[in-house]
Structures are given as C-alpha cells and as structure tokens.
C-alpha cells in the first residue's frame, strides 16, 4: 500500500526516515565487513600462534635430544666399538661358521644403534664446520653415483636435473647428509619402477634444491609432525632423518617446505644466497 502524505512536512519527514533506513543498512553492511576481517585476521593470528607454539616444543625436544647425545654419545660409542671387534673377530672362526647369521645381525644391529647415536650428534651440533663457498650442483654430481646404486638396489630410477644457480655457503658434509636423507626418505616411499627427481633452480635471491618422489603422498595428519624427533611411519625407521634435515636447514638460515599429494611429495630446500652475491 503506497504511503500518502497531506503535508510537505510529512514528505519531509518521510524522506529523511527513508535516508536513515539507507544509512543504516549501509553501516550495518560495513560492520558485517569489518566483523568478517576481524574474524579473518584473528584466525590467522591463531594458527600463528600455534605454529609458533609447535616451533617452540619442537626445538625443546631438539635441546634435550643435543644435551643427550653430547653427554652420551661418545661414551656409549667407545663399548660398543669394541664388542663389534669382538663379534667380527668371532665370525671369522670356521667352528662358530654355525652361527654366521647371529654374528650378522648382532653387528646389525650395533650399527643401527651407531646411526641412531650420529644422528643425536648431528642434532647436538650448534655450529657448521668447514663452511665454503660451494656450488650446489657439483656436490649433487659427485652424490649422484650413489644415489642412482640406491635406487638400483630397490628398482627405482633417480634423475638430476642441475639448472643455473649461484654459489652458497654450507659445509659440504652436513648438506650432503641433508640430501641423502631426503632422498633415501623419497625412494623409500616409493613402489618399484618410481622416479626420483632432484632439481636445483634459482627463486629470487634464494638457491633451491628441489626432491620430488612419486609415492602416494604424506597425509594431512602426518604433515604436521614432519621434523618431530622420534616421529616415523617406518617399520624400523628412528625418527631422527628429518628432524635432523631441519636442524641443518636452520644453520644456514634455509628453509623447508613440502608440497604433497596423490601423485607424490616434493621436499624444497631454499638457501639463502650469501649477502655480498645478491646484487
């Protein structure tokens, strides 16, 4: 029913209700916004809280994990070198032939307990050593040969793609450990006749390596926890690869990320070029 009006005082009236009604909707449509980035922005601080929170505990357990293993390590080293002598010295005698396949997994097992004792020391190291200027794709080709007798070994390919990067500053060793990690972790998530795919490239001011498996991908559950001490999904896995990748990043100021699918997981490891080479 259309409003009538008897006066020009009641139009008035009328028109200044209807601009009131206007603004109002306007301001409320306004807050509806602002409440919605508000929202937004307080989600976002949330998650980074929490991922800072998870920083934190994670470097906690990396803290007590390094004050382990400089106290222990080297002590419990020194005895088990010596029972490995012994055994191996055992295993040679032709009367104890018998127990060969004891002899075999007892030395086994001893240098699986060695390996889990140098990852501790790795994740106990403050500081790299030996730190030069290196070119990342001449460290990756003299690993190359080992990496492709790897996944000979368990039927699987591995493919180096080298593109044009500078120079950066590492200790060759420790990023030498950083890529066979990863790339044993690639083939190893892997069925038979995959491809393993190392790349480098340059990003802006950042040198990448890049690893891509073709396994069927890391769930979002799990994603989570990558780089937690003692976390595997192995049968007879440590839990300290990654986290000791990580460890190593960090020393170099570099960062990991992870792009993960159904098709497969690529690791990317970005370096920060050295400050006198970014031009």
């Known amino acids: 029913m259309a409003a009538t009006f008897r006066t020009i005082k009641d139009w008035e009236v009328f028109v200044d209700f209807k601009k009131e009604i206007i603004q109002l909707r306007e301001e409320r449509v306004n807050l509806q916004s602002e409440v919605f980035s508000l929202k937004k922005s307080l989600k976002k601080e949330i998650e980074n809280r929490?991922?800072?929170e998870g920083e934190i505990a994670k470097l906690g357990r990396l803290n007590i994990i390094g004050q382990l293993a400089a106290g222990l390590g080297h002590e419990i080293r020194n005895p088990m070198?010596?029972?490995?002598?012994?055994?191996?010295?055992?295993?040679?005698?032709t009367d104890?032939?018998?127990?060969?396949n004891y002899f075999e997994l007892m030395i086994e097992e001893l240098d699986r307990a060695n390996l889990i004792i140098t990852n501790f020391l790795s994740l106990a190291k403050n500081k790299p050593t030996e730190i030069k200027r290196v070119n990342l794709n001449k460290l990756l080709e003299n690993l190359f040969p080992?990496?492709?007798?790897?996944?000979?070994?368990?039927?699987k390919?591995?493919?180096f793609?080298?593109?044009k990067i500078k120079e950066i500053d590492i200790d060759s060793n420790e990023i030498t450990q950083l890529v066979l990690n990863l790339a044993r972790n690639g083939l190893e998530a892997m069925q038979p006749n995959g491809c393993l795919t190392i790349e480098t490239f340059m990003e802006e001011d950042s040198v990448v390596l890049s690893v891509k498996d073709e396994?069927?991908?890391?769930?979002?559950?799990?994603?989570?926890k990558l780089g937690d001490p003692f976390f595997t999904t192995k049968e007879n896995g440590t839990g300290l690869g990654l986290p000791?990748?990580?460890t190593i990043a960090n020393r170099y100021h570099a960062h990991i990320d992870v792009d993960t699918g159904p098709d497969g997981t690529t690791f990317f490891v970005r370096f920060p070029r050295p400050c006198d080479e970014i031009e």
């Open 81 to 93: 070198t010596t029972i490995r002598g012994f055994l191996q010295m055992l295993q040679s005698k």
């Open 50 to 52: 929490e991922y800072l």
């Open 96 to 100: 104890l032939l018998v127990f060969q």
């Open 146 to 155: 080992l990496l492709i007798a790897d996944a000979y070994s368990q039927d």
């Open 161 to 163: 793609q080298p593109g």
């Open 157 to 159: 390919k591995c493919i």
């Open 244 to 246: 000791m990748c990580f």
């Open 215 to 224: 396994g069927k991908g890391i769930d979002e559950e799990n994603l989570k």
